[in-house]
């Protein structure tokens, strides 16, 4: 049993039997690893956005609201990576959820009521943002991850809606601002190099242990050449400081390893440890961002990009600036 094992929840090896099915075998592996190797780059038609997470670190906000409804100022925090893969081409979102979380999927559907209501009103503003925020038919798709078994497990619930293409993964509590949008910018390396392609941002040594830490062999145009990574390593054992920071272009040839996994860091199935197991088999590159970033993931990062996004807002920025020379002076 690997160390660990034994702290599980009981109910984990039935799960991980079920999703060894009917990604298992050695051959199957094989197979798929041969396809993310040869050499075809499909494009990248579908995103998985994993919003599975209890937010226990915004309670008692989260407990009738899911945490990727949190406002940065005035849209939900989700729609920023909505908007970021509907801005690169995705054709698809994958939504892995919880318990609770109808009011996501309400977000993203019409509401007739509500946009009648703008329209008597003459608001055409906010009648264009609530229009601008319905997703199309048939873009959003809904799968549920049972159990908090990680992020690895989470990317793995998509695997049947996935289907044997290629695919991106967006963090949500990522919120990454930069032009153009981080993913796209992952797309355009992708389909240059094809493989993997992961985001990627310089952390203090410090820092490493919170982090999947890539290990490096060379940069060129752009595309970082990775030969490994490591899931939270002590500062003293990472191989870089470049920290993978939630934007992933992947080969479905990575199902087939998550399900063979056996549990990593805080006994649950990483996916750092499935692409660490698949940079040595097929390309895979990092890019360097080089937005701002905000960990929204944390009361004080979900704060910080409220008032950024504030700032950026002619009406709001004098207000804001002067309300916070008043409470924080300069000393």
Known sequence: MPDGAARLPVFLPALLAEARSPWHTSAEIAAAERDGASGMVKPVRKAVLPVAGMGTRFLPATKAVPKE???VLDRPLIQYAVD?????????LIFVTGRGQAALEGHFAPDETLAAHLAARGDEAALADVENAVLPPGMAAYTRQAHPLGLGHAVLCARDLVGDEPFAVLLPDE????????LAALLEVQGRTGGSVVALAE?????TSRYGIAA???EEEGAVALTGMVEKPAPADAPSRLAIIGRYVLQ???????????????????LTDAMAALAGQEPFHGVRF???RF???????????SVACALERPALRQELLAFLRRVAPSP
């Open 216 to 218: 490096v062999a060379g």
């Open 252 to 270: 479905p040839g990575i199902f087939a390893r998550l399900a063979a996994q056996a549990p990593g860091a805080g006994g649950e199935i990483q």
């Open 295 to 305: 960990d929204c993931g944390t009361p004080g990062g979900l704060l910080q990009a």
């Open 69 to 71: 409804l949190l406002p």
């Open 203 to 207: 952390v203090a040594q410090a820092e």
């Open 290 to 292: 080089a937005g701002r």
């Open 84 to 92: 970021e893969a509907r801005a690169a081409g995705i054709e698809q």
């Open 175 to 182: 919120l990454l601002l930069s032009d153009p949008p981080c």
